[in-house]
């Protein structure tokens, strides 16, 4: 009787072929989650100018949520944090082409009541 030829390794490329799906899968999804920038759909314009970018940007996408610098807030948190700005204080106003132009003024209202000039509203170039 012949004896069967006993394997005494671990077969690793199915294991390696499971964990390269894996990393492309991971790797995947954190690009997805890394580009978490707010979507916007900017109106065009044809004056449109490159302008350097503002420490504070203010966004209002076409849900009517508002951002500071990417971060959400409501409109009475907002209100708190363009009090804290002072006069000298430049802001870039982002708006999505569709959001309403109730919450766009009301943006523009509160930096008005702190006597910030230097406002910036951002669209996109038309071709």
Known sequence: MRALKRVEGINVVPLIDVVLVLLAIVLTISTFVASGAIK?????????????????EIAINENGSMFWNAKEMSKSEL???IATLGNDASVSV???KKAFFNDFIFILDQLKLQNIEKISIVTKREP
């Open 40 to 56: 916007l759909d900017l109106p065009k314009a044809a004056s449109a100018k490159e302008t350097p970018p503002q420490k504070i």
């Open 79 to 81: 209100t708190q944090a």
């Open 94 to 96: 982002l708006g999505d």
